[in-house]
Nanobody, 119 residues
Framework: VQLVESGGGLVQPGGSLRLSCAAS????????MGWARQVPGKGLEWVSG???????YYADSVKGRFTISRDNAKSTVYLQMSSLKPSDTALYYC??????????????WGRGTQVTVSS
């Protein structure tokens, strides 16, 4: 299993970023995919997930601001982040499988992409 995240960077409050996660080594369309994040000094938390039927999950802190999507043909999952806040600053990871009750970390993870929200 290989998961490679991209798209992070420095953005001002209120700005947007789109994260991508290219997956390989497993049957992508058969698994729920998730995005998690870690703030320095704090634990990992699920941010969003998308199931094989395209149903989605969002943490309360990002509802209405983040949108997850998947492209099974490209084995890629995306996280569109809008109205970003300084509190969204974290290292964002792509992970498989996703379930909101799944203890973190578990399964397979990418190396992460840094998102910094600052003026």
């Amino acid at each position: 299993v290989q998961l490679v995240e991209s798209g992070g960077g420095l953005v001002q409050p209120g700005g947007s970023l789109r994260l991508s996660c290219a997956a390989s080594g497993f049957i992508f369309s058969s698994y729920a995919m998730g995005w998690a994040r870690q703030v320095p000094g704090k634990g990992l938390e699920w941010v969003s997930g998308i199931y094989t039927d395209y149903n989605t999950y969002y943490a309360d802190s990002v509802k209405g601001r983040f949108t997850i999507s998947r492209d099974n043909a490209k084995s890629t999952v995306y996280l569109q982040m809008s109205s970003l806040k300084p509190s969204d600053t974290a290292l964002y990871y792509c992970a498989v499988p996703f379930h909101p009750d799944l203890e973190l970390p578990s399964g397979s993870w990418g190396r992460g992409t840094q998102v910094t929200v600052s003026s």
